[in-house]
């Protein structure tokens, strides 16, 4: 299976697609030298993303083992950044947010990304759901609701303060 080649059907930054292939490549083959004691602690990678708009066709590591990556922590969210860089899509924008996210690193000792791009990573989030819950954004940027859905959200905001519990946690919060 020609990785690189699927890869490039989805439209892309060509550029940090070679970058994240050509690094999967140096980890596995560095990751491959190592003892599980010296890797301490690893991760799967679908080196294909497995995400709906994406390749989720290869999501199975059984019947597509050479879509699988070993990877230590850092490795992984370095692979994630580039295939963010790559590909700019909201999935893969979450699966960043995701790994940094993951309970059991707060155990692990290890550097944190740097503040500066997961606040990037979060503005582009934001960037890429506006108008996706909403009929856009008008000239003054705020989101144009449907008449219909302004009355139902009305009704339920009646409905979740008329109970005196809701409206003492509201207030504590």
């Not at 996210?101 to 890429?128: M, W, Y």
């Not at 905001?157 to 409206?167: G, V």
């Amino acid at each position: 299976m020609d990785i690189l080649s699927i890869l490039k059907t989805k439209p892309n930054n060509y550029h940090y697609v070679l970058k994240y292939f050509n690094f999967i490549n140096n980890c596995i083959e560095k990751n491959s030298t190592l003892s599980e004691q010296e890797l301490i602690y690893t991760e799967n990678h679908h080196i294909l993303p497995k995400s709906k708009d994406m390749f989720p066709e290869y999501a199975s590591f059984k019947k597509y083992p050479c879509n699988r990556a070993k990877l230590t922590y850092r490795q992984h969210i370095i692979a994630h950044i580039l295939l963010w860089k790559a590909f700019n899509t909201i999935s893969q924008t979450l699966s960043i947010l995701r790994i940094i996210n993951q309970k059991h690193v707060k155990h692990l000792t290890l550097k944190s990304i740097n503040s500066k791009l997961i606040s990037k990573i979060k503005q582009d989030l934001s960037d890429k759901r506006k108008g996706i819950y909403t009929r856009g954004y008008d000239e003054n940027n705020i989101p144009i609701v449907l008449p219909e859905t302004r009355q139902k959200l009305s009704i339920l905001k009646k409905e979740f303060y008329s109970i005196e519990e809701n409206r003492i946690k509201q207030s504590i919060a």
